[in-house]
């Protein structure tokens, strides 16, 4: 079984990657938080960070693209491609509601001409490997044979399948049903991506598709970084091993970023996954939460490692 490890905005960029495949086994690809080129074909200077190969040394990294413009993804794949990138994925997922107002994401499933046009052009012309992660439409399930046919077209490397739809958001359950039958009829390898927390999850996903060769992680991983070693067979993860992890982590996002107030953005946003691992945690939340400065946010963070008992089969839950 081959493991990816989800893009999630904001969280999972260069120096969380790095910090994770330091402290645990590591993913066997990363994907990058969605790159948005424009008209302007130049990356942001953060999203330029997140790709130098010098910030991704050892790593596999899969580039994420989120457009709905050909152009403007075959100029970014070609800028990535000469960094020495052989892949990039096309992000058909993403539900924001400000993505999918601009028919990019999962918006874009519904313009489904505009989307063969885009693969077919892509596809001609990309100097590298293309892969989709894709929802299963925007308002029903219903649409993926539509949008299957149009994937089946194209020489895509892969399929990675949320069994979602975009007014789901995060919502209900993985629609596993459907995603059998998109196991059926896909022409190209297949990926899922969806609610598989713990290894207990991963187990009863794999005793029901055993043909599936790899699953992408996201909030499970977050919650546990300590996962994959053990679905690799090794032992669960310890309070010292993940409060080291917290204290790298920590130090890192301090060296790049000048200010305290996204540092603590960003470690108040893994904590929102991260808690599920601490039982009886809840009492630290809400001070963890208003923590205006990183002192506060220490003495707090502190209080949970030398209370809170670590349970790592507890695991994140939606």
């Known amino acids: 079984m081959t493991y990816l490890f989800a893009p999630l905005e904001g969280l999972t960029g260069y120096i969380y990657r790095n910090t994770h495949a330091a402290y645990f086994s590591p993913a066997d690809e990363y994907f990058t938080p969605f790159l948005s080129p424009n008209q302007n074909r130049r ?40 960094m020495g990138y052989d892949e990039v994925n096309l992000n058909l997922g993403c539900p924001s509601g400000t993505v999918v107002a601009k028919k990019k994401g999962s918006g874009f499933l519904t313009e489904l001409e505009a ?72 022409r190209h390898p297949v990926c899922f991506n969806g609610d598989l927390f713990t290894p207990a999850d991963v187990d009863a996903f794999r005793a029901r598709f055993p043909q599936v060769q790899s699953v992408m992680l996201g909030r499970g991983l977050l919650a546990n970084p300590g996962l994959l070693g053990e679905l690799r067979g090794g032992a669960r993860m310890d309070k010292a091993t993940l409060r080291s992890f917290h204290d790298e982590l920590l130090g890192r996002y301090q060296q790049v970023l000048s200010v305290e107030r996204p540092v603590l953005h960003k470690m108040k946003e893994l904590w929102f996954y991260m808690h599920a691992l601490f039982a009886g945690c809840d009492a630290y939340l809400k001070p963890l939460r208003k923590a205006a400065h990183l002192r506060d946010y220490e003495t707090v963070v502190a209080q949970i490692f030398a209370n809170c008992a670590l349970d790592p089969a507890a695991g994140y839950r939606a």
Do not use: M
């Open 43 to 82: 990356f942001t200077s953060r999203e330029k960070n997140d790709v130098l190969p010098e910030h991704n040394k050892g790593l596999h990294v899969v580039p994420q693209l989120l457009t709905n413009q050909a152009e403007h993804f075959l100029w970014a794949a070609g800028e990535l491609a000469t």
């Open 115 to 186: 989307l063969d046009r885009f693969l077919d052009e892509v596809c001609a012309k990309v100097p590298c490997a293309v892969s989709v992660k894709t929802r299963l439409g925007r308002y029903s399930p219903d649409e993926f044979p539509a949008l299957l046919s149009i994937f089946n077209r194209y020489p895509l490397k892969r399929l990675i399948i949320h069994p979602r739809v975009q007014t789901d958001f995060y919502r209900n359950h993985a629609n596993l049903d459907a995603f059998a039958a998109a196991l059926a009829d896909s």
